[in-house]
Nanobody, 126 residues
Framework: QVQLVESGGGLVQAGGSLRLSCAAS????????VAWFRQSPGKEREFVAA????????YYTDSVKGRFTISRDGAKNSVYIQMNSLNTEDTAVYYC???????????????????WGQGTQVTVSS
């Protein structure tokens, strides 16, 4: 079992920055994947970024490349996403998700992830 708790959401003006945190507990292995997804009202949950727990591989959706950075701190059992140059389209509830070790490319579909946090709201005002 893995438990995930997100924090760091809030209200920010367009062009601003936020850093979200995901604190993990339970059985996280080096080959596990931790990802960030987001969901806006009326839209499907959308992949944002993912990293292997060992930090050796990361992947981003095109719309956040160059603006968002995913990272992890093994000592704190945490994964972060630094979000810069935010715009109103980034407004959503952001979720941390985790899945067990697998081979191949990092998973980008919500149904691939077994564990989810409760979400944290990010609102970007114009």
């Amino acid at each position: 079992q893995v438990q995930l708790v997100e924090s760091g959401g809030g209200l920010v003006q367009a062009g601003g920055s936020l850093r979200l945190s995901c604190a993990a507990s339970g059985q996280i292995f080096a080959g596990s994947t931790v990802a960030w997804f987001r969901q806006s009202p009326g839209k499907e949950r959308e992949f944002v970024a993912a990293t292997k727990w060992n930090g050796l591989s990361t992947y981003y959706t095109d719309s956040v490349k160059g603006r968002f950075t995913i990272s992890r701190d093994g000592a704190k059992n945490s994964v972060y996403i630094q979000m810069n140059s935010l715009n109103t389209e980034d407004t959503a509830v952001y979720y941390c998700a985790a899945k067990g070790p697998t081979l191949g490319a990092l998973a980008t579909k919500a149904y691939d992830y077994e564990y989810w946090g409760q979400g944290t709201q990010v609102t970007v005002s114009s």
